[in-house]
């Protein structure tokens, strides 16, 4: 079983920054898959930014240039880089792992991003 806590949420006015960490126990992390999603009020929950074990990265289009998703496996962290922030990146921000890219096996518990405009 992994357990995933994230922290680092919080508000920020628009054009500002913010960075997420997310730590990971229960299992081998540098062999996993990580990722963060957001989930604004009313809306799906969608992938933001994924990295996997060889450090590839992957981001939705909308955080492309804004967002960095990065990982310390000696700390069994990863990290969310958000510039440049918009008030649409606002919503319940979550970490997830797993085996593949975009994981969804494993959750946190979430983390809210608040950006005014």
């Known amino acids: 079983q992994v357990q995933l806590v994230e922290s680092g949420g919080g508000s920020v006015q628009a054009g500002g920054s913010l960075r997420l960490s997310c730590t990971a126990s229960?299992?081998?992390?540098?062999?996993?898959?990580m990722g963060w999603f957001r989930q604004a009020s009313g809306k799906e929950r969608e992938g933001v930014a994924t990295?996997?074990?060889?450090?590839?990265?992957n981001y939705t289009d909308s955080v492309k240039g804004r967002f960095s998703i990065s990982k310390d496996s000696a700390h069994d962290s990863v990290y969310l880089q958000m510039n440049s922030v918009k008030p649409e990146d606002t919503g319940m921000y979550y970490c997830?792992?797993?085996?593949?890219?975009?994981?969804?096996?494993?959750w946190g518990q979430g983390t809210q991003v608040t950006v005014s405009s």
């Open positions: 990295i996997v074990s060889d450090g590839i990265t």
């Open positions: 997830a792992a797993g085996d593949y890219s975009w994981p969804r096996d494993y």
């Open positions: 229960g299992s081998t992390f540098s062999s996993m898959a």
